[in-house]
T-cell receptor
Framework: AQTVTQSQPEMSVQEAETVTLSCTYD???????LFWYKQPPSRQMILVIR??????QNATENRFSVNFQKAAKSFSLKISDSQLGDAAMYFC??????????????FGTGTLLAVQP | DGGITQSPKYLFRKEGQNVTLSCEQN?????MYWYRQDPGQGLRLIYY???????QKGDIAEGYSVSREKKESFPLTVTSAQKNPTAFYLC???????????FGDGTRLSIL
């Protein structure tokens, strides 16, 4: 079964600095999707960024980018120019059943990011 | 605006009582999901449904039941058999093409 591991329960970053959140996963599939979700105190789940495994280019969304290492099964999130509004719980997720009828998201346990002014 | 509506936002359950959490979507999505979130943990899948009148158990289905009589609706019942129901419950849906799941705002369930 696929698993997703986030080894950093908590992280802290100074405003305007850069922080990287780690995520590793285990799968025997070759085609799949990976996601980072943000969950602020309101507990909404907000999609931050998405990566298709067949794409070698790392995904980027404004200040958010990923370092996708397929062979190492690693999918880290880099937040540049951190802002106070970035403070939240961040979840890494793997989409199981790509191309099939399942489409289940498998989540890591999350990393709580604090942004210091 | 299209989206997913969960209600109520807060729910309290008495011992031995069944309670039902509502999830409605107007995104015309075929697949819908229920997740449970406990402190310090990610989201765990309870049930999911790919089409109307069909649903499958997720990883922690014991003590829960669902129905999918309409495409727009996927209610979750927390039965008295669920001995530790206190958690945050999130409903999600997904359309075609493996697009990211859309989430509702959640329901917090507590025991009285």
């Amino acid at each position: 079964a696929q698993t997703v591991t986030q080894s950093q329960p908590e992280m802290s970053v100074q405003e305007a600095e850069t922080v990287t959140l780690s995520c590793t996963y285990d799968t025997s599939e070759s085609d799949y999707y990976l996601f980072w979700y943000k969950q602020p105190p309101s507990r909404q789940m907000i999609l931050v960024i998405r990566q298709e495994a067949y794409k070698q280019q790392n995904a980027t969304e404004n200040r958010f980018s990923v370092n996708f290492q397929k062979a190492a099964k690693s999918f880290s999130l880099k937040i540049s120019d951190s802002q106070l509004g970035d403070a939240a719980m961040y979840f890494c997720a793997y989409l199981e059943g790509y191309g099939g009828a399942t489409n289940k998201l498998i989540f890591g346990t999350g990393t709580l990011l604090a942004v210091q002014p | 605006d299209g989206g997913i509506t969960q209600s109520p936002k807060y729910l309290f359950r008495k011992e031995g009582q069944n309670v039902t959490l509502s999830c409605e979507q107007n995104l015309n999505h075929d697949a819908m999901y229920w997740y449970r979130q406990d402190p310090g943990q990610g989201l765990r899948l309870i049930y999911y449904s790919q089409i109307v009148n069909d649903f499958q158990k997720g990883d922690i289905a014991e003590g829960y039941s669902v129905s999918r009589e309409k495409k727009e609706s996927f209610p979750l019942t927390v039965t008295s058999a669920q001995k530790n129901p206190t958690a945050f419950y999130l409903c999600a849906s997904i359309g075609l093409g493996n697009q990211p799941q859309h989430f509702g705002d959640g329901t917090r369930l507590s025991i009285l």
